[in-house]
């Protein structure tokens, strides 16, 4: 069923616009969401990447767990309306989970590490969010929106399956709504990062500090949001300031709508990687920049997917080949 469908698309794109052509493509489409998975190996790569980023941002804090997790914790818990209305996600916010901190921990590692494995991926992401919810909102004080962008993408995998099996037979209705689901969780994934741009790029707009350019400079003149090299050098030369504020203020406005468009998102999403590497890496808000990096990837290419998802079993294989060929000498050396 999937080659003819493909191949009337195909035909479709290079006939003229016709209400009757537009009516196909949309049935088309929507039978598609049932029938296969539009990108699979898009949905593998986006979930492993977000679970290894919560992974680097667990292992980041572990050092000092104690004093943002234990019942003496430096962080302050939420307020106790606030834990009410969600007792299940607030849990070491109360005194008799507090010091149980250690076990919410491991248990994220753990669940982290079979979730990248892919066993048994439905449940393992539901308790992935039940119990990284809870970790975070303990320590809600150093949160930012990369964390709540994460924590979106978390119950969106809910309903994903990263399986790679991905012919599904028509007859069966748990397929075709697995794959629904699949489909739709990926989009909303897409969709999250083009609202995040959208609200962020017409809030900056409405800004004065936007509007004449100096956003930026202002912004790295605070010592806990830049590093020195650039904070001098944006006032040695405050052109660099203009510049960069108008390039990410059309950058935040362009990107809901130039994204979709295949040919500019390679181009664009490069641009967008560059900014939030500053971010990480200058400004000090590390795993922030890092987490949007990671979203970007819900607009990957199936092919770009698939040769990231195979860099692994490459290293592996090298790694195997380069261990028996130390054994083999080691062993010729013994004999000798």
Known sequence: MHKPLKCQWKNLKNQPFHMNNLQFAINNKLLSLTTERWNPSVARLLRKAVYCWCLVNTLILLPDAAEFWSSSALTPTMPPEVIQQQVWSHLLSLPQFQNLYGYFIAAQIVLLIAGMACIFPRIVSILIYFVTINIDNRVYVILDGGNNLIHLFLLYFILIDPSKNTGRPASNFLSRMSNAFTNLSLLMCQLQVVMMYLISGLSKVGGELWQN??????????????????KDLVSRYPILTVLGSYTTLLYQVMF????WNKKVRPWLLSIGSCIHLQISLVMGLF????AIAVAYLSFSNEKFAE??????????????????????????????
Not at 256 to 259: A, F, G, M, T
Not at 325 to 336: G, N, Q
């Open 287 to 290: 795993m922030f920049g890092f």
């Open 307 to 336: 040769k990231v998802l195979r860099v692994p079993g490459h290293i592996i294989r090298f790694l195997n080949l380069q261990f028996l060929r130390f054994t083999r000498t080691a062993t010729s050396a013994e004999t000798l």
């Open 256 to 259: 809901p709508w130039l994204v």
């Open 213 to 230: 350019g100096t956003a930026l400079y202002y912004t790295l003149q605070v010592d806990e949001y830049t590093h020195p090299f650039a």
